[in-house]
Nanobody
Framework: QLQAFGGGLVKSGDSLTLVCAAC???????????VGWFRQAPGKDLEFVAS????????YYADSVRGRFTISRDNTKYTVSLEMNNLEPEDTAVYYC?????????????????WGQGTLVTVSS
C-alpha cells in the first residue's frame, strides 16, 4: 500500500514537496519497486509526472516539469519524494504515486500495479 502526503494550497512560484510512503504488511517491498508520480487535473486525463528506479539511479520526467521537479527516494525510510519548485497554476492537480514491482519506470500508468490515494495540489496565480 502507498500513501501520498504533502499537498496543499500554494501561490505561483512557491515550492512544495510530496511524499509517497509505503505502508501495510508488505511495505518493505517498495525498496525494490520502481515508483512513479502521476497527476490528474480537473477535467483532464491522468498524466505522467516523474519516475524513479528502485535504487534511485534512474529518473525520468515529463517535459512539463523537467527542471522544476525532482524525484528522489530514501529506501531506509520506505519513501519516495517529489520536490516541486517554481509551481505554476497549470500544476494544479491531484497527485498520485504508484509502484511497479517489475521495476519499470515508464510513463504509462498501466504499468504500475499499486497506487496511493492521491493528494491535492492547488497553485493560485
Amino acid at each position: 500500500q502507498l500513501q501520498a502526503f504533502g499537498g496543499g494550497l500554494v501561490k505561483s512560484g512557491d515550492s512544495l514537496t510530496l511524499v509517497c510512503a509505503a505502508c501495510g504488511p508488505t511495505f518493505t517491498s517498495i525498496t525494490t519497486d520502481a515508483v512513479g508520480w502521476f497527476r490528474q487535473a480537473p477535467g483532464k486525463d491522468l498524466e505522467f509526472v516523474a519516475s524513479i528506479g528502485w535504487n534511485g539511479r534512474s529518473t525520468y520526467y515529463a517535459d512539463s516539469v523537467r527542471g522544476r521537479f525532482t524525484i528522489s527516494r530514501d529506501n531506509t525510510k520506505y519513501t519516495v519524494s517529489l520536490e516541486m519548485n517554481n509551481l505554476e497554476p497549470e500544476d494544479t492537480a491531484v497527485y498520485y504515486c504508484a509502484s511497479d514491482p517489475s521495476g519499470g519506470t515508464g510513463s504509462n500508468s498501466g504499468g504500475y500495479d499499486y497506487w496511493g490515494q492521491g493528494t491535492l495540489v492547488t497553485v493560485s496565480s
